[in-house]
């Protein structure tokens, strides 16, 4: 959501969001040309909170992205910023593979080509930001007043509602200019991507703990809640201080070209009354397209009675809308599906699912996040009697249609199917 306080740097688009102005600008110059007056050479994107500066160089060809980020310590001095940026670049260069520690890249290299090959950076856990007007447990959220909330994050914390946006909205090649294999109103965006989330730490660490509340995204799309994670007090997930929380969201894909605004109330079950009951996290955080590295990070959630660590990117692709039906069932069994996608040429594997399985059903859909023509897969591990059994299908990700792949075990069969669709539609000015 973009705040008046950002509108300065507004003009200044990832290299992600500039990958199909090429591509445009070849078939519609006229509408391209104030977007692509927009970009910079040389850009120095400097967050107001968190841990990396982003330094981007423009490379030769628009139509990849060539652009990486370093982590340097955050700094209010923009000199002192730019000079942690060359720091962290010259540290990056040494061990690339060239003769000389002190050479120089070669002409025309990225930032990415000098560190790709270079595997010292240390992944960090940050803390994020949550603000202080945004808790629901006392109910300051809702005593700061609408002009609050509209004014600095344009959402409405009143607005309860679920967002009414379904997935898979432009699945259809339909409206496609000039045909669907080269339409500019259905283009990939700037996403975010969430792979898990983690109950990090607790007040009660022994034993099993009873978790209910929500954590849901709002987005430019409608503002509206989109939970990724959502259980009533009578109906709680059991985890262990440390084990991934299961997710029931989102239920569509969660756009990026602003800021996204994440909005929380999780608390631990403790005892009959509700009364009782342990404050997890609570309040409101934000992430914007500047402030996100390129790569999957961790951002704690810290609470008076522990934190949950969520971990997530930004992709600029598609959304894949996963389904999968379970049939023929012979004996219980438990399931586990991984997915695999492409995140600046890396593979990261996820868990998406793990349950046991005892009849013929259909899960819930997954909404995952992807680049555009990479491949996706998901592995399905069975488990049965202390046998393992594994099966791995992939997909090619595209802007509009479905795929589908049917796998036949011994124990039971199993449906996938993937819709492809963009997550929003360009409307040209008539």
């Not at 609408?146 to 600095?152: Q, S």
């Not at 994440?262 to 009959?272: A, P, Q, T, V």
Request: charged share 25%; aromatic share 8%; net charge negative.
């Amino acid at each position: 959501m973009q705040r008046l306080s950002r509108s300065t740097l507004g003009f200044i688009g990832s290299a992600q969001t500039l990958s199909w102005f090429p591509a445009l600008a070849q078939r519609d110059s006229a509408a391209a040309s104030t977007i692509l007056n927009r970009h910079l050479d040389h850009v120095f994107r400097l967050p107001l909170y968190g841990p990396w500066s982003i330094f981007g160089v423009k490379g030769e060809n628009l139509s990849k992205r060539c652009y990486t980020t370093l982590k340097v310590k955050p700094s209010c001095d923009m000199e002192e910023s730019q000079i942690a940026i060359k720091d962290a670049t010259q540290r990056n260069v040494v061990g690339t593979g060239t003769k000389d520690a002190t050479e120089s890249p070669p002409i025309g290299a990225t930032i990415k080509d000098v560190i790709k090959d270079n595997k010292t950076a240390i992944d960090v856990i940050w803390p994020a930001t949550i603000d202080p007007n945004s808790s629901h447990r006392d109910g300051t959220i809702y005593k700061q007043g609408k002009l609050y909330w509209t004014g600095y994050y344009n959402i409405d914390v009143t607005d309860r509602d679920e967002t009414r946006v379904e997935p898979m909205r432009f699945a259809a090649a339909t409206n496609c200019h000039p045909d669907p294999d080269n339409c500019y109103y259905h283009e990939p965006c700037l996403m975010m991507q969430i792979f898990s989330l983690k109950l990090a730490k607790a007040s009660i660490n022994s034993g099993l703990i009873q978790l209910y509340g929500y954590i849901a995204a709002r987005d430019d799309i409608d503002s509206k809640l989109n939970y990724v994670f959502n259980r009533s007090r009578d109906d709680p997930i059991t985890v262990q201080q440390g084990s991934l929380i299961e997710m029931t969201g989102p239920k569509r894909g969660i756009q990026l070209d602003y800021d996204v605004v994440f909005e929380f109330d999780m608390r631990i079950k403790n005892g009959e009354q509700q009364e009782n009951d342990l404050q997890l996290i609570d309040g409101v955080t934000e992430f914007d397209e500047t402030t996100l590295p390129g790569k999957p990070f961790t951002t704690r959630i810290n609470g008076d009675a522990g934190a949950v660590d969520m971990c997530l990117t930004n992709v600029f692709g598609v959304e894949a809308t996963v389904e999968i039906f379970i049939s023929e069932v012979e004996n219980g069994f438990d399931l586990s599906i991984c997915c695999a996608v492409s995140v600046l040429e890396e593979h990261k594997e996820f868990q998406i699912f793990g349950a046991p399985i005892g009849e013929s059903c259909g899960l819930r859909r997954f909404v995952i996040a992807v680049e555009r023509d990479t491949m996706m897969h998901l592995k399905f591990e069975v488990h049965q009697h202390g046998s393992n059994v594994e099966h791995c299908c992939s997909f090619e990700a595209k802007v509009h249609g479905c795929a589908s792949h049917d796998i036949k075990l011994e124990v039971a069969s199993l449906s996938v199917k993937v819709t492809w669709s963009t997550l929003t539609e360009y409307t040209p000015c008539l």
